[in-house]
């Protein structure tokens, strides 16, 4: 399935993988070979903070008492580039303790649908977890252990929006099963979308070079201060079997929204609008013959969803690019100026099933507004796209909002 407006583009810099070992293999060889997800994560450089002269073994010997590994049996994965699910298999990643009753915080695609989940501490104290929650949206999951079993000591979350390029990290997981494996480096980029196990997208995402393997999956992306400011989730690989610096954490500023409803209900319910659009660029806009220079151009849109039965329609001419020409171009959403792809997903994420919203989209040279009653985002989707460049929008669809 196309992606549209999840938020985000689909960063397949040669190859996109999720990082939790086991939880997605493959045998592929060639071309499609880098394009299968695996598990990744690794530390950051030993400069101080600037105020207290942290480094880097000082940060792990406080934080890595909380670090844990995590070991899924019985997961069914679904991988984003349309592999087959491998069901009754296993997975093993890296995940950290929350608070002293018990939560601990993993990707989701480690424990995704799995049967039975432990969790072993830094002492080879080896205990179960009950998964309290999952969301492949974010691809974050909350589990959770007896704290009358193990002692525990939780991991400081900070503050991802205050990461700036630049900025040292470090690295705590168990990359290809190497417990307690610290790594550094720095923050390479902010702000980076990349694709979730379900096909939507991720924003505000931390791009790291510290070195992150299969493994690290659900690891701290810690601060210089020891402060975890994200999950390391994915990277890109150009091919190979593990780290070439470029590696993606979920921002824990995201974390902090989504842990306390999967707390309370286990799920992370999100407002759907059922359209699949690409950025309407100048060279766009100029090859189409568009109204507009900019705006989300509609490409696609689900069938007897909240956008189909509002009227909005895609077009029927596909480019050589495989881009569909001819649809509507959205413009704005209740009033929010809409530039590119992403800023439809992003107008929507405040609200919920069964709101309303006004969208002001160009058809034919005319300027049409069109009230649209959303629906709740499905679980899963289809298959995210394969190729594309990184960053931008470069004429690529956005994931489904």
Do not use: C, W
Not at 106 to 114: E, F, G, K, P
Not at 149 to 165: I, N
Request: hydrophobic share 40%.
């Amino acid at each position: 399935m196309l992606a549209g407006l999840a938020g985000g583009l689909l960063v397949a810099i040669a190859g996109l993988v999720l990082i939790a070992t086991g939880a997605i293999e493959t045998g592929d060889e060639g071309e499609d070979a880098a394009l299968t997800p695996q598990p990744l994560t690794e530390p950051a450089s030993d400069e101080s903070d600037g105020g207290g002269g942290t480094t880097v073994s000082e940060i792990y010997d406080r934080t890595n008492p909380g670090v844990v590994f995590v070991e899924a049996d019985g997961t069914a994965t679904e991988s984003p580039f349309g592999l087959p699910p491998e069901r009754g298999g296993t997975a093993s990643g890296t995940g950290f303790v929350l608070d002293d009753e018990g939560f601990v915080l993993t990707n989701a695609h480690i424990v995704d649908r799995a049967k039975d989940v432990t969790i072993t501490f830094g002492d080879d104290e080896q205990v179960p977890a009950e998964i309290v929650g999952t969301d492949l949206s974010s691809d974050l999951a909350v589990l959770k252990v007896d704290p009358d079993e193990v002692e525990l000591q939780a991991v400081p979350l900070g503050e991802s929006g205050a990461a700036d390029v630049g900025d040292p990290v470090v690295a705590i997981g168990s990359p290809f099963g190497f417990e307690s494996t610290v790594t550094t480096g720095i923050v390479s980029a902010i702000q980076r979308e990349i694709t979730a196990p379900n096909g939507f997208s991720i924003n505000n995402v931390i791009q790291t070079d510290a070195s992150i393997n299969p493994g690290n999956s659900g690891g701290p992306l810690l601060d210089a201060r020891g402060r975890v400011i994200g999950i390391n989730s994915q990277i890109a690989t150009g091919g190979a079997s593990g780290s070439v610096g470029i590696g993606f954490a979920v921002p824990i500023d995201t974390a902090k929204e989504i842990i306390p409803q999967l707390k309370e209900d286990g799920e992370v319910e999100r407002a759907f609008l059922g359209v699949t659009t690409t950025d309407v660029t100048e060279t766009i806009a100029e090859d189409f013959n568009l109204e507009a220079d900019q705006g989300a151009l509609v490409q696609d849109v689900v069938p007897d969803g909240p956008a189909e039965k509002a009227g909005l329609k895609a077009g029927s001419t596909e480019t050589a690019e495989g881009l569909v020409a001819g649809g509507d171009i959205i413009v704005t959403v209740d009033g929010a100026e809409i530039a590119e792809s992403v800023d439809v997903a992003e107008a929507i994420e405040d609200d919920q099933p069964g709101d309303t919203v006004e969208i002001e989209f160009i058809r034919g040279g005319e300027t049409e507004t069109v009230d649209v009653e959303l629906g709740a985002r499905p679980t899963r989707v289809g298959p995210a796209p394969g190729g594309g460049g990184g960053g931008g929008g470069g004429g690529l669809p956005f994931p489904l909002p």
